[in-house]
């Protein structure tokens, strides 16, 4: 009865609030590379700290192409494959090949086997005292209710964010499907089409074999798992031999859902990783920004007070988002593509390239 009324009650948004008091206690939702993160990070300042994942195993089921982008200078927990180039490819109403081009990244993109590394991060986290429940999906009017002497409660559930899913709020989203095929490559081809708001990939994978995918950011004139199809047959994927053993997929969050930090019946709520939406809307990176935004939050709330966080996780990625709109923007117009295409995108990737610690350290203080 308590929970059906609860359910009525509508939860405060905490704009307002400003809380310095440093957490001790620390409930998340969601075993995923930002649940996780967020874990370490606050494991070395708070004492009680627990995850619930959803899933019997952590790193599964698989969503994701696997690359970790180095622009950040966040680097991964294990090591993986890396990529030294990508080949964009435009293609023609009919797929035909209209030009291509490749970009030299000289190893900024590395292909993680992100199974092992959540394995490993879970591991990290549970040698530092987190408890981690698989199998366990929780609400955040339970977890309120439960762990009501908490101080924080990390929403890391990914796309939608276990909010949206109790109180609305919903944003719009990039639905992705990819196939795993056994034929292996070295490199990454991006193919763009001109009815697609998103791309076509083939990616390595991190020991051998391939994922062969699509993304778009609007309604796509078929269902994606078609779409992917189509593509293959008509690029010529089958017939070089990439031929499908799986399927998987999911949606990817890329619109702010913000404020980042909530209220809910006493207990601060904070969104972070896709659940916040900050995923890119160019290529749907979203791995590394999570572990970003889960260590920055960490730091606010040792240093500073939660209400810091949005100004600094936003002032941390403001020329990283600058650059995706840009790109985003070159996704879309092909006559700007075919035109600066080459120069352009090779001039500012390989600016990106150069490796640079994230600036965490110089966050603003209160
Ligand atoms: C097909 C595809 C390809 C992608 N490729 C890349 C890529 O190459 N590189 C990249 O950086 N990003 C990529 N992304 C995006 C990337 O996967 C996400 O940005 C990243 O996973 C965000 O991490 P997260 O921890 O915020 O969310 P998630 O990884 O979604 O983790 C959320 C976790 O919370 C759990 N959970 C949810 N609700 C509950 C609940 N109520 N109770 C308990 N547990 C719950 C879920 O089971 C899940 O394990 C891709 C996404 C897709 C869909």
Not at 217 to 225: A, E, I, Y
Not at 295 to 302: E, F, K, P, T
Request: hydrophobic fraction near 40%; proline fraction near 4%.
């Amino acid at each position: 009865m308590w929970g059906f009324i609860e359910c009525f009650k509508k939860p405060k948004r905490c704009d307002s609030a400003n809380v310095k008091e440093v957490p001790n206690k620390v409930v998340i939702i969601g075993g995923g590379v930002a649940g996780l993160e967020a874990a370490i990070n606050f494991s070395e300042f708070c004492d009680h700290i627990v995850v619930f994942e959803e899933h019997e195993e952590i790193g599964r089921p698989l969503q994701c192409a696997e690359g970790w982008i180095h622009f950040t200078g966040v680097k991964p927990y294990i090591n993986g494959r890396r990529v030294n180039e990508v080949d964009v490819i435009i293609l023609d109403r009919k797929c035909n090949h209209k030009t291509s081009f490749s970009i030299k990244i000289n190893g900024s993109v590395e292909i993680i086997n992100r199974p092992k590394t959540e394995k490993k991060m879970a591991k990290m986290a549970e040698d530092r005292g987190v408890r981690i429940f698989t199998g366990s999906k929780v609400t955040l009017l339970g977890l309120a209710k439960q762990f009501s002497d908490y101080d924080l409660i990390v929403d890391a559930s990914g796309y939608p964010s276990q909010w949206c899913r109790e109180f609305g709020g919903k944003k719009p989203y990039a639905p992705a499907v990819q196939a795993m095929c056994e034929k292996d490559t070295d490199k990454i081809t991006m193919f763009l089409h001109p009815e697609l708001d998103g791309y076509f990939w083939i990616f390595p994978m991190a020991d051998s074999g391939s994922k062969v995918g699509v993304v778009s950011f609007t309604k796509p004139r078929v269902p994606l798992r078609k779409l992917l199809d189509e593509m293959m047959k008509m690029t010529g994927l089958y017939d070089e031999g990439f031929e499908p053993t799986s399927y998987t997929g999911g949606l990817i969050g890329c619109y702010r859902n913000s404020p980042f930090v909530r209220e809910l019946n006493g207990i601060k709520v904070a969104l972070v990783g896709d659940a916040a939406g900050i995923a890119d809307t160019f290529a749907g990176e979203g791995m590394t920004k999570a572990v970003i935004f889960s260590r920055v939050l960490a730091r606010c709330a040792r240093e500073g007070g939660f209400m810091i966080t949005r100004g600094n996780t936003t002032g941390m990625m403001r020329g990283h988002y600058f650059l995706v709109s840009v790109f985003a923007y070159l996704r879309k117009n092909f006559t700007l593509l075919n035109l600066f295409g080459k120069s352009g995108i090779l001039g500012v990737v390989n600016r990106l390239s150069v490796n640079r610690e994230p600036r965490i350290d110089n966050m603003k203080k209160k």
